[in-house]
């Protein structure tokens, strides 16, 4: 199955970590590179994952999942290895519109995680639609060389063009012609 390839605004949505250990850290490494409205229920936590919860002053709870948990959240990601827990969650999500990803389970999941570069403004996306995440992971690699450390200020400068020019035809080539301009440019 292939994944719709679609950017989330996570402000005002609550998301729920099940689960406490090294996979559960890197869920939340990657979350907190776009929301801090993270709770976390694992009934043990890593001494790293413990740590950051702490460091972003994080809401958890040290006990089991109990039904009813996700009712308030928008999405949750399952990353323990029970796959009857897995499903369970996955099944009570639907009753909560709540958005699941079962980490390696994709028959668990509404979505999963890309391989991503992040520079400020700029994201960039890498799936293999769960074929093969080494494959997306040594892509994004690849790709985080390739972006010059001056994307920031360039995206900066986007923006504040974009806010003060007039919307039209006239804008959108001058914009384009930018962006063009600037990627031949680094690339050379």
Known sequence: MAYFPAFLKLDDKKILIVGGGNVAYEKLEHLLDFTKDIHVIATEYSVAMK??????NLEYK??????????DFTMVIVAVDTIALQAEIFQESKKYNCLCNAVDSVD???????????????????STSGTSPAMAKHLRRYLQ?????????FLQEMKALRKSLPKGK???????EKAKNYIENWSK
Do not use: H, N
């Open 170 to 176: 006239e804008r959108m080539r001058m914009l384009d």
């Open 145 to 153: 060389k390739m972006i010059p450390d001056g994307i920031s200020e």
């Open 108 to 126: 668990y999941c509404d979505f999963i995680f890309p391989s991503y570069v992040k520079k400020d403004d700029l994201t960039i996306a890498i």
């Open 51 to 56: 740590r950051r919860i702490e460091k972003e």
């Open 62 to 71: 040290q006990r089991a999942y109990e039904e009813g948990d996700i009712k």
